[in-house]
């Protein structure tokens, strides 16, 4: 098993550009979670999904839309990129609400 | 809902003293606590957990401790080695309710 994939691995903007990150896992979890993480900051929930066909916004939604159209797959997006949106951003899944995520291994995204 | 604080925030030990790491929680109906770790460059990885239903568990160098009526829980690394340096992650939950909350972090560094 994979377990949970992201791509791509890095990604340079400019402010204005728009772009989608895709976070696929193979473990048939429900649950699915975008994070960003910023240097020496810890992780903060921007949307999540609790399966296949829906989403729901964490601490941190503005700036960012995700569809969640397959089961295995989680796509974020970014309409119209700006430099506050410069981070690494972090997938997860789980089977349920409060049990473990697994997490990908990231997406380290600079907007110019 | 539910609030994680994590201290300490940075923690410095040199290789082979032990290293201890604590985590308050909020919520009395939480009973779900896994420990990450996340290595440079890398998402956070699971390294251990414990549910309420136990005070203690251990795997090889690696412990933790919950204690219930005070709401906290602790990880401790005993014997500890460069590659133990990493920023360690605390959360909780109640697995078949909430969503996992994480704590802020802690930056364990091991000198040589």
């Known amino acids: 098993n994979a377990g949970v994939t992201q791509t791509p691995k890095f990604r340079v903007l400019k402010t204005g550009q728009s772009m989608t990150l895709l976070c696929a896992q193979d473990?048939?979890?429900?649950?699915m979670y975008w994070y960003r993480q910023d240097p020496g900051m810890g992780l903060r929930l921007i949307h999540y999904?609790?399966?296949?066909?829906?989403?729901a916004k964490g601490e941190v939604p503005d700036g960012y839309n995700v569809s969640r159209l397959k089961k295995q797959n989680f796509l974020l997006g970014l309409e119209s990129a700006a430099p506050s949106q410069t981070s690494v951003y972090f997938c997860?899944?789980?089977?349920?609400?409060?049990?473990?995520?697994?997490f990908g291994p990231g997406t380290r995204l600079t907007v110019l | 809902g539910e609030n994680v604080e994590q201290h300490p925030s940075t923690l410095s030990v040199q290789e082979g003293d032990s290293a201890v790491i604590k985590c308050t929680y909020s919520?009395?109906?939480?009973?779900?606590f896994p420990w990450y770790k996340q290595e440079l460059g890398k998402g956070p990885q699971l390294i251990i957990d414990?549910?309420?239903?136990?005070g203690e568990k251990k795997d090889q160098r690696i412990a933790v401790t919950l204690n219930k009526t005070a709401k906290h829980f602790s990880l401790h690394i005993t014997e500890t080695q460069p590659e133990d340096s990493a920023v360690y992650f605390c959360?909780?939950?109640?697995?078949?309710?909430?969503?996992?909350?994480f704590g802020g972090g802690t930056r364990l560094m091991v000198k040589p």
């Open positions: 997860a899944s789980s089977f349920w609400a409060g049990d473990t995520q697994y």
């Open positions: 473990m048939n979890h429900e649950y």
């Open positions: 999904s609790v399966g296949e066909g829906t989403t």
């Open positions: 919520d009395s109906a939480s009973n779900y």
């Open positions: 414990i549910r309420s239903n136990v």
């Open positions: 959360a909780a939950s109640q697995q078949a309710g909430n969503m996992l909350t």
